[in-house]
Protein backbone atom coordinates (compact mmCIF):
# COMPACT_ATOMS: atom_id res chain seq x y z
CA UNK A 1 0.00 0.00 0.00
CA UNK A 2 2.13 2.72 1.06
CA UNK A 3 4.47 1.64 -2.81
CA UNK A 4 1.40 2.77 -4.27
CA UNK A 5 1.12 5.96 -2.44
CA UNK A 6 4.97 6.90 -2.69
CA UNK A 7 4.21 6.18 -6.90
CA UNK A 8 1.12 8.59 -6.68
CA UNK A 9 2.95 11.07 -5.32
CA UNK A 10 5.86 11.00 -7.48
CA UNK A 11 3.23 10.62 -10.61
CA UNK A 12 2.32 13.91 -9.42
CA UNK A 13 5.21 15.39 -8.73
CA UNK A 14 6.37 14.63 -12.44
CA UNK A 15 3.01 15.78 -13.70
CA UNK A 16 2.14 18.85 -11.88
CA UNK A 17 5.22 21.46 -13.89
CA UNK A 18 3.24 20.31 -16.80
CA UNK A 19 -0.02 21.66 -15.87
CA UNK A 20 1.02 24.52 -14.13
CA UNK A 21 0.09 27.89 -15.12
CA UNK A 22 2.57 29.37 -17.91
CA UNK A 23 1.82 32.69 -17.13
CA UNK A 24 1.52 35.58 -19.31
CA UNK A 25 3.41 36.47 -21.97
CA UNK A 26 3.37 39.63 -24.33
CA UNK A 27 3.08 37.85 -27.48
CA UNK A 28 0.16 36.67 -26.09
CA UNK A 29 -2.68 36.91 -28.90
CA UNK A 30 -6.52 36.36 -30.31
CA UNK A 31 -8.24 38.67 -27.30
CA UNK A 32 -11.57 37.75 -28.56
CA UNK A 33 -14.33 37.85 -25.14
CA UNK A 34 -17.01 37.32 -23.54
CA UNK A 35 -18.09 40.54 -22.31
CA UNK A 36 -21.45 41.44 -20.33
CA UNK A 37 -21.95 45.37 -19.58
CA UNK A 38 -23.98 47.65 -18.05
CA UNK A 39 -24.64 49.78 -21.07
CA UNK A 40 -26.12 53.93 -21.03
CA UNK A 41 -27.85 55.31 -24.19
CA UNK A 42 -24.56 56.48 -25.57
CA UNK A 43 -22.60 52.92 -25.56
CA UNK A 44 -20.35 53.30 -22.33
CA UNK A 45 -20.14 49.93 -20.83
CA UNK A 46 -19.46 49.45 -17.59
CA UNK A 47 -18.49 45.60 -17.13
CA UNK A 48 -19.58 43.39 -14.88
CA UNK A 49 -17.15 40.43 -16.25
CA UNK A 50 -15.10 39.91 -18.76
CA UNK A 51 -13.26 36.51 -20.17
CA UNK A 52 -11.50 34.73 -23.09
CA UNK A 53 -13.90 33.51 -25.45
CA UNK A 54 -14.42 29.66 -25.87
CA UNK A 55 -13.67 27.82 -28.93
CA UNK A 56 -15.82 25.29 -30.07
CA UNK A 57 -14.55 22.12 -27.72
CA UNK A 58 -15.67 24.03 -25.13
CA UNK A 59 -12.43 25.59 -24.05
CA UNK A 60 -10.88 28.67 -23.12
CA UNK A 61 -9.28 30.23 -26.87
CA UNK A 62 -5.34 29.62 -27.28
CA UNK A 63 -3.15 32.20 -29.21
CA UNK A 64 -3.34 31.82 -32.98
CA UNK A 65 0.07 30.34 -34.39
CA UNK A 66 2.14 33.21 -36.87
CA UNK A 67 1.61 30.59 -39.86
CA UNK A 68 -2.33 31.36 -39.91
CA UNK A 69 -1.20 35.12 -40.04
CA UNK A 70 0.31 34.75 -43.24
CA UNK A 71 -2.14 32.46 -45.04
CA UNK A 72 -4.51 35.27 -44.59
CA UNK A 73 -2.24 37.55 -46.93
CA UNK A 74 -1.60 35.65 -49.55
CA UNK A 75 1.09 37.16 -51.43
CA UNK A 76 1.13 40.19 -49.42
CA UNK A 77 4.60 41.72 -48.81
CA UNK A 78 3.79 44.05 -46.02
CA UNK A 79 2.75 40.91 -43.82
CA UNK A 80 6.18 41.24 -40.91
CA UNK A 81 6.51 39.02 -38.09
CA UNK A 82 4.69 40.52 -35.35
CA UNK A 83 7.05 42.26 -32.74
CA UNK A 84 7.08 42.12 -29.23
CA UNK A 85 5.94 45.15 -27.20
CA UNK A 86 7.38 45.46 -23.75
CA UNK A 87 4.75 45.96 -21.25
CA UNK A 88 7.02 45.62 -18.41
CA UNK A 89 10.03 47.32 -16.84
CA UNK A 90 12.50 44.65 -17.80
CA UNK A 91 14.83 44.79 -20.54
CA UNK A 92 13.49 41.06 -22.03
CA UNK A 93 10.52 40.70 -23.71
CA UNK A 94 8.03 38.10 -23.43
CA UNK A 95 6.78 36.00 -20.52
CA UNK A 96 6.80 38.46 -17.17
CA UNK A 97 4.94 38.51 -13.73
CA UNK A 98 2.34 41.01 -13.17
CA UNK A 99 4.61 42.50 -10.75
CA UNK A 100 6.94 43.63 -12.99
CA UNK A 101 4.45 45.62 -15.15
CA UNK A 102 5.21 49.22 -15.82
CA UNK A 103 4.00 51.59 -13.73
CA UNK A 104 -0.16 52.02 -14.37
CA UNK A 105 -1.11 55.29 -15.98
CA UNK A 106 -4.51 56.76 -15.00
CA UNK A 107 -6.95 54.81 -17.47
CA UNK A 108 -9.60 56.56 -19.49
CA UNK A 109 -12.91 55.57 -21.03
CA UNK A 110 -15.99 56.86 -21.26
CA UNK A 111 -18.30 58.74 -18.93
CA UNK A 112 -21.09 56.08 -17.73
CA UNK A 113 -24.39 57.72 -16.92
CA UNK A 114 -26.44 56.02 -15.02
CA UNK A 115 -30.41 55.98 -16.01
CA UNK A 116 -33.14 53.30 -14.92
CA UNK A 117 -33.29 52.36 -18.72
CA UNK A 118 -29.99 51.55 -19.07
CA UNK A 119 -29.59 47.42 -19.59
CA UNK A 120 -27.56 44.55 -19.13
CA UNK A 121 -25.74 43.43 -22.32
CA UNK A 122 -24.23 40.19 -23.17
CA UNK A 123 -21.44 40.75 -26.08
CA UNK A 124 -20.35 37.36 -27.32
CA UNK A 125 -17.45 36.74 -29.42
CA UNK A 126 -15.96 40.01 -29.20
CA UNK A 127 -12.36 41.63 -29.36
CA UNK A 128 -10.30 43.73 -26.69
CA UNK A 129 -7.94 46.49 -27.90
CA UNK A 130 -6.85 49.34 -26.74
CA UNK A 131 -8.51 53.11 -27.37
CA UNK A 132 -5.15 54.50 -29.35
CA UNK A 133 -4.79 51.34 -31.52
CA UNK A 134 -8.50 51.58 -32.37
CA UNK A 135 -8.59 55.75 -32.75
CA UNK A 136 -5.14 55.57 -34.79
CA UNK A 137 -5.02 52.25 -36.43
CA UNK A 138 -8.74 51.17 -36.93
CA UNK A 139 -10.52 54.96 -37.44
CA UNK A 140 -7.51 56.96 -38.86
CA UNK A 141 -5.46 54.56 -40.58
CA UNK A 142 -2.33 56.49 -39.46
CA UNK A 143 1.06 54.98 -41.07
CA UNK A 144 3.52 55.48 -38.32
CA UNK A 145 4.47 52.02 -38.25
CA UNK A 146 5.64 50.65 -41.09
CA UNK A 147 1.92 50.96 -43.56
CA UNK A 148 -0.89 52.29 -43.19
CA UNK A 149 -2.93 50.67 -39.65
CA UNK A 150 -0.71 49.20 -38.59
CA UNK A 151 0.25 49.27 -34.73
CA UNK A 152 3.56 49.11 -33.25
CA UNK A 153 3.57 45.52 -32.80
CA UNK A 154 3.17 45.21 -36.82
CA UNK A 155 -0.30 43.82 -36.51
CA UNK A 156 -3.15 45.43 -38.75
CA UNK A 157 -5.87 46.01 -36.50
CA UNK A 158 -8.73 46.79 -39.02
CA UNK A 159 -8.69 43.52 -40.48
CA UNK A 160 -6.73 41.14 -38.22
CA UNK A 161 -7.21 42.78 -34.55
CA UNK A 162 -6.73 38.83 -33.83
CA UNK A 163 -3.28 39.01 -34.01
CA UNK A 164 -2.69 42.12 -31.87
CA UNK A 165 -0.61 41.26 -29.00
CA UNK A 166 -1.33 41.90 -25.37
CA UNK A 167 2.15 44.18 -24.74
CA UNK A 168 1.11 46.11 -27.39
CA UNK A 169 -2.49 46.78 -25.87
CA UNK A 170 -0.88 47.37 -22.51
CA UNK A 171 2.12 49.29 -23.13
CA UNK A 172 1.45 52.80 -20.90
CA UNK A 173 1.36 54.93 -24.31
CA UNK A 174 -1.46 52.40 -25.46
CA UNK A 175 -3.46 51.54 -22.29
CA UNK A 176 -3.93 55.08 -20.85
CA UNK A 177 -6.67 55.56 -22.72
CA UNK A 178 -8.38 52.39 -21.99
CA UNK A 179 -10.12 49.95 -23.82
CA UNK A 180 -12.77 49.39 -26.61
CA UNK A 181 -14.91 45.82 -27.46
CA UNK A 182 -14.91 45.48 -31.60
CA UNK A 183 -16.71 42.99 -33.70
CA UNK A 184 -16.09 42.48 -37.21
CA UNK A 185 -18.15 43.31 -39.84
CA UNK A 186 -19.73 40.35 -41.84
CA UNK A 187 -19.65 42.76 -45.24
CA UNK A 188 -16.53 44.27 -45.12
CA UNK A 189 -14.78 41.23 -42.64
CA UNK A 190 -13.14 44.94 -41.01
CA UNK A 191 -13.54 44.94 -37.33
CA UNK A 192 -15.55 47.88 -36.06
CA UNK A 193 -17.04 49.48 -32.81
CA UNK A 194 -19.11 47.96 -30.19
CA UNK A 195 -18.84 49.76 -27.53
CA UNK A 196 -16.28 51.82 -25.19
CA UNK A 197 -15.42 50.74 -22.11
CA UNK A 198 -15.78 52.81 -19.36
CA UNK A 199 -12.79 55.00 -17.37
CA UNK A 200 -11.59 54.05 -13.88
CA UNK A 201 -12.25 51.22 -11.38
CA UNK A 202 -15.63 50.05 -13.02
CA UNK A 203 -14.64 49.66 -16.43
CA UNK A 204 -11.32 50.18 -17.84
CA UNK A 205 -9.44 48.75 -14.34
CA UNK A 206 -11.17 45.75 -14.45
CA UNK A 207 -10.08 45.27 -17.53
CA UNK A 208 -6.81 46.08 -16.90
CA UNK A 209 -6.55 43.54 -14.21
CA UNK A 210 -7.62 40.60 -15.79
CA UNK A 211 -5.78 41.43 -19.25
CA UNK A 212 -2.55 41.91 -17.65
CA UNK A 213 -2.83 38.70 -15.50
CA UNK A 214 -4.67 36.40 -17.43
CA UNK A 215 -3.15 33.32 -17.72
CA UNK A 216 -4.23 31.41 -21.46
CA UNK A 217 -3.49 28.15 -19.69
CA UNK A 218 -5.02 28.74 -16.83
CA UNK A 219 -8.00 31.29 -17.69
CA UNK A 220 -10.47 33.36 -14.96
CA UNK A 221 -13.16 35.57 -15.24
CA UNK A 222 -12.28 39.34 -14.63
CA UNK A 223 -15.23 41.15 -12.43
CA UNK A 224 -15.99 44.28 -11.30
CA UNK A 225 -15.46 45.31 -7.86
CA UNK A 226 -17.71 43.57 -5.04
CA UNK A 227 -19.32 45.66 -2.59
CA UNK A 228 -16.06 45.71 -0.42
CA UNK A 229 -13.89 46.53 -3.19
CA UNK A 230 -12.22 43.61 -3.54
CA UNK A 231 -11.37 41.99 -7.53
CA UNK A 232 -13.03 38.57 -7.51
CA UNK A 233 -11.69 35.66 -10.31
CA UNK A 234 -12.67 32.30 -10.67
CA UNK A 235 -10.98 29.80 -12.67
CA UNK A 236 -13.11 28.56 -15.40
CA UNK A 237 -11.68 25.03 -17.14
CA UNK A 238 -12.53 23.04 -14.62
CA UNK A 239 -9.99 19.85 -14.58
CA UNK A 240 -6.86 22.13 -14.65
CA UNK A 241 -8.02 23.87 -11.94
CA UNK A 242 -8.38 20.67 -10.10
CA UNK A 243 -5.26 19.20 -11.15
CA UNK A 244 -3.68 22.36 -10.04
CA UNK A 245 -5.42 22.43 -6.87
CA UNK A 246 -3.87 19.24 -5.98
CA UNK A 247 -0.48 20.14 -7.35
CA UNK A 248 -0.56 22.67 -5.07
CA UNK A 249 -1.78 20.57 -2.30
CA UNK A 250 1.02 17.21 -2.76
CA UNK A 251 3.69 20.23 -2.95
CA UNK A 252 2.92 21.45 0.74
CA UNK A 253 3.05 17.42 1.63
CA UNK A 254 6.40 17.13 0.49
CA UNK A 255 8.21 20.60 1.91
CA UNK A 256 6.68 19.48 4.95
CA UNK A 257 7.62 15.95 5.15
Known sequence: MMNKQIAFVLSLVIL???VQASGP????NNWQVDAVCLEDADKCCRLVSIERSKGADGKSLKNLAASSRYKKHP?????????????TKNAQCGAYKVADMQAQPALQGCTYKAHADNKQVTHSGVWLLDRLCYNNFITKQVAGNGGAGWAPDKSRPISEVEFHTRGCILIDYCVGMGFTLLSKDAVTNEYKLDVVIEAGDKGAQVAYDWLSAEDIDNPKKGTAPSADGAMISSARDGNRFVISSVCAIVSAMVMNA
Do not use: Q, R, S
Open 25 to 28: NALD
Open 75 to 87: GDIEVTAVKCINP
Open 16 to 18: CPL
